[in-house]
């Protein structure tokens, strides 16, 4: 119990405290990230191909991918400090990648 406390102690100490008292672990990091850049390209595909669809089939997709992504943030909010790091690193460093992707890819086609 004692050491659980020190644990506690030293993550305050350090200026990242865990509600849990469990230190944020690097692979569960790593895979929160993963998981928020697959939901981001995922999100973004659909929403391409929803810009070619009927005005009213659009309408209820956007909503549905609405409500499908405050689904999935709510899951990741509900976790530890780890999994919201990561989701949100994943989230972010994304697009900026996937951008530069595809301007490589029209630069080597032409």
């Given at each position: ?50 810009d070619r669809k ?57």
């Amino acid at each position: 119990m004692g050491t659980r406390l020190t644990l506690v102690a030293e993550e305050k100490r350090l200026g990242f405290p865990n509600l849990k008292g469990c230190r944020m672990d690097i692979l569960t990091v790593l895979a929160a990230a993963a998981f928020g850049s697959t939901v981001y390209l995922i999100a973004f595909s659909t929403v391409k191909w929803l810009d070619r669809k009927d005005l009213k089939i659009k309408v209820l997709g956007l909503i549905l991918i609405g409500l499908a992504l405050c689904a999935v943030v709510g899951m990741v909010a509900a976790g530890s400090t780890g999994v919201i790091v990561g989701f949100v690193v994943g989230g972010v460093l994304t697009p900026p990648v996937h951008r530069a992707l595809h301007g490589r890819m029209r630069v080597a086609r032409t």
